[in-house]
């Protein structure tokens, strides 16, 4: 039995700065999950994934992360993409340094 397609972004790592960021329903980049496309159509992820894999100049790494509407936009539903959407842990700066985020 085929699995059901559950809502997703994409996301990648900035090729410079190494930040974490999604590709939003425009085709820009942003270090907000909020701003990033919520893509409920399987076949169309798969296009938005294979635009972001194109970019080789600005991201590495695109995959496509689980996410649900949230009031404010996309909200991870896995661990690892909330604690992705943070920053780096290894010392507080960049988002890290955000009120939201302490």
Known sequence: MARIFTAKVVTANALIEGDVIYLTADDQWSRDLTQGELITDE?????????????????????????????????????????RRTGPSNYAHGKQEAEANV
Do not use: C, W
């Open 43 to 83: 076949a169309h992820a798969q296009l938005r994934l294979l635009k972001a894999q194109s970019q080789v100049a600005t991201i590495v790494g695109a995959y496509l992360a689980d996410v649900k509407p949230g009031d404010n936009g996309p909200e991870p539903t896995h661990f690892r993409e909330d604690f």
